[in-house]
């Protein structure tokens, strides 16, 4: 029998492990980064993406005039393009491309470990991904090609609706919708677990079934306003008279 000092004794390097890596958080700024990748999830990527979805999208469902109302609210913020700058296009940009190096990083083991928290970390590296390039080429037809929506909000609904009511885009907004729903929806229980606000199996269990309630209200309000733009009439997707952003009708004067 080896004593403790003897050199054959097995150290914890020479032993390999299958399974999960241990996470090495406390390294450099990996910890940091992390928390900030956690937080930034939250708030303001989690808080636009509802946003977004239960109020700005939902007013698609009161018809044009309400949706373009509601674009031109959102346009005349005071300082609106660093409002998007550092609320929205900056933190998501900074989610999604330390969320891809984490991706690459991790070792996925979903088929030697089939447990359901392998399969959830699979499918919230998965969703994220789908999310953030539906994202991408959200924003970019929608604020930077075609009319600008900032200036005729009263363009809005057309727009969205002449991609929605193609089949092939239109599925598109639904794996974007479900992806990104899911990606935050469970994304509220990782970061509550990992801060330590919500602690205990039990307590774990009970608040993972309020996040996936809220997966599922997402869902659903964002499947009513896609459901809006393609059972209304179609609306022109250029410059019209249904509403005017309050630069208009001072340039107007």
């Not at 969320?99 to 499918?123: E, H, L, Q, V």
């Not at 600008?148 to 919708?177: C, R």
């Amino acid at each position: 029998m080896a004593s403790a000092g003897s050199s054959t004794a097995p150290r914890a390097s020479d032993v390999a492990v299958e399974g999960v890596a241990p996470l090495r958080a406390g390294q450099g700024t990996s910890f940091v980064l992390r928390r900030l990748h956690s937080l930034s999830g939250i708030v303001p990527v989690g808080a636009f993406l509802a946003e977004h979805i239960l109020v700005s999208n939902s007013t698609a469902i009161g018809g044009p005039d309400a949706y373009a109302r509601q674009v031109s609210f959102l346009a005349n913020l005071p300082l609106v393009f660093f409002l998007e700058l550092f609320g929205i296009w900056l933190p998501i940009a900074f989610h999604a491309l330390y969320g891809f190096y984490i991706w690459y990083r991790g070792d996925g083991n979903t088929i030697a470990y089939p447990w359901t928290g392998n399969w959830m970390y699979t499918a919230q590296r998965w969703t994220g991904g789908i999310a953030f390039a539906y994202i991408v080429w959200h924003t970019w037809t929608m604020r930077f090609s075609g009319i600008d929506l900032h200036a005729y909000p009263n363009a809005s609904f057309g727009k969205v609706q002449a991609e929605v009511l193609h089949t092939s885009l239109f599925l598109f907004y639904v794996a974007g919708l479900v992806a990104a729903s899911l990606h935050f929806a469970y994304g509220i229980w990782l970061f509550c677990a990992k801060w330590g606000i919500v602690s205990g199996e039990k307590a774990r269990k009970r608040f993972l079934v309020l996040c996936l309630v809220f997966f599922f209200v997402l869902t659903g309000a964002g499947l009513a306003s896609l459901t809006a733009f393609r059972s209304r009439p179609q609306q022109q997707s250029e410059p019209g008279t249904v509403v005017m952003n309050k630069r208009q009708v001072t340039e107007s004067r």
